[in-house]
Each structure stands twice: as structure tokens, then as C-alpha cells.
């Protein structure tokens, strides 16, 4: 089955028995509520139980792409992640801009659904169909630029999701940082992924996108990245922000 936008995977990953099982996108899902907020938006729904504690293993935390992530219409390098917010008690979304989720989308998955919790310190490694979860003790209490750059040597390029000593203690007041510098930092999630004992997520994909109408979609592309050049707010956020190299 051709996808189309999406890579047409769901990972699902419960890490209190250290279990791990792959599933078809629900295509039924990705057309109702259309990209990474929409799904686990209805994931989260679906998934989280009415009165649990953020910071139990019954909580939920959810990683989600879109159907344009990791293609070449400008800005399409966002995820979404949920769980139940230890700040608000409702549904929490955070969203980053230089994300893992194009790479998640290259290893073959759309959505990543982190149950329960760790023994002990752990991270995740995803390198296309082979999935792993690794021991985390030597990385637990590094800061998340030593965390991350330790994982890197160990593993080569891959993109890092991670969590410092705050998310660690169950800190709400932090964020989850995705390739050193970009920040999922809305609702507290930090505390739910170092509640999991989930220090990182690493992930590294060799797969394709495919695309619909091709030749129409890159004409688009272009057409888009020309307006986008010509905007006003472009030195804005080009000098004062962070901003895709446009060519």
C-alpha cells in the first residue's frame, strides 16, 4: 500500500515489560484529524485514562508527524508530542520546530506511543525496522548537550530527542530538547518522559517519502520557497530566530 505523505508506520513501545510491536498507519486516523496535533489529539484521547497521575506509568506519551514532515515544502521539520500535562491535568501538547520527526518519518513511522515505565534509566534506539531499548544508566544526570553528544559517538548522526537532570526529578518547569536546540517545552511533558525513566530517543531513517503527482508537488515547492523568500518577516526571523537556509 502506497501512503503517500506519510511513511505508514505506528511504533508502539511499552517500556515496563520492555515490549515492542509495529502496526500499519490508521488510515482512518491520519484523514480525520489531519497531522502530528490532530492524531495525538485523538491518540491521547483514546489512549489516556480519566484520572490518572501525569507522572504515573499509566500515562501516555505520544510522538506525531504530519503527512508534509520531512518533505520539502518550507518548515515542514515540526512534531507534535502529548501526554496528560502534570502542569494543567488536561491533555498537553508541545510542538518543536528542528525536530526528530522527519528522521522518525525516514525510519518508517508516523506516530511513536511510549507506554508505562522503565526499571531503570533507558533510551530508545530507532534505526529504520530495528528497534531498540538500550541501557541509559551512564547517560542519567548528564545534561542534555553532553547526553546527546555522548549518544552520537556511541551511535554516529542520528537525531536525538532528550531530557536533562530537571525532566529527570520530575521537573515540569523544562523542556524536552530535540538535536541540541530545539525546545518541546509547553505543558511539562519533560516530567512525563523522565517519570518513564526515558532519557533519549534516537533515531536514524533511510526510507523515502512518497509522494503524490510529484512533478506538480516540487513545482509547488518551489513556487512556495519564492514566496517565503519574499516575505517581510524573513530578516526577522533569519536575525532574530531560527530559520531553514532557503537557497
Not at 13 to 31: N, Q, V
Request: net charge positive.
Amino acid at each position: 500500500m502506497k501512503y503517500y505523505g506519510y511513511a505508514g508506520g505506528m511504533l508502539w513501545i511499552d517500556l515496563t515489560d520492555s515490549t515492542i510491536r509495529k502496526e500499519p498507519l490508521d488510515m482512518d486516523l491520519a484523514r480525520n484529524y489531519l497531522g502530528g496535533m490532530g492524531i495525538n489529539g485523538r491518540l491521547a484521547y483514546d489512549l489516556i485514562r480519566p484520572g490518572i497521575e501525569p507522572l504515573s506509568p499509566d500515562n501516555v506519551l505520544l510522538y506525531s508527524v504530519g503527512p508534509l514532515v520531512g518533505t520539502k515544502i518550507p518548515g515542514m521539520v515540526r512534531m507534535n508530542i502529548a501526554a496528560k500535562s502534570p502542569l494543567t491535568g488536561f491533555i498537553g501538547l508541545s510542538g518543536s520546530g528542528n525536530s526528530i520527526g522527519a528522521m522518525l518519518k525516514y525510519a518508517g513511522y508516523d506516530q511513536l506511543v511510549i507506554t508505562g515505565r522503565a526499571e531503570k534509566p533507558v533510551y530508545l534506539v530507532i534505526t529504520d525496522a530495528k528497534v531498540e531499548i538500550r541501557n541509559a544508566g551512564e547517560l542519567w544526570g548528564k545534561d542534555i548537550l553532553q547526553a546527546t553528544d555522548e549518544i552520537r559517538e556511541r551511535l554516529g548522526e542520528y537525531w536525538v530527542s532528550c531530557i536533562g537532570p530537571v525532566g529527570e526529578n520530575g521537573v515540569a518547569l523544562a523542556s524536552i530538547i530535540d538535536n541540541k536546540n530545539s525546545m518541546h517545552g509547553r505543558t511539562g511533558l519533560v516530567a512525563v518522559m523522565g517519570s518513564k525513566n526515558l532519557k533519549a530517543i534516537a533515531v536514524h531513517g533511510t526510507n523515502g517519502i512518497e509522494i503524490y503527482r510529484r512533478k506538480a508537488f516540487l513545482d509547488l515547492v518551489k513556487e512556495m520557497r519564492e514566496v517565503v523568500k519574499k516575505s517581510p518577516a524573513i530578516d526577522l526571523w533569519r536575525y532574530e530566530g531560527r530559520i531553514i537556509n532557503l537557497g
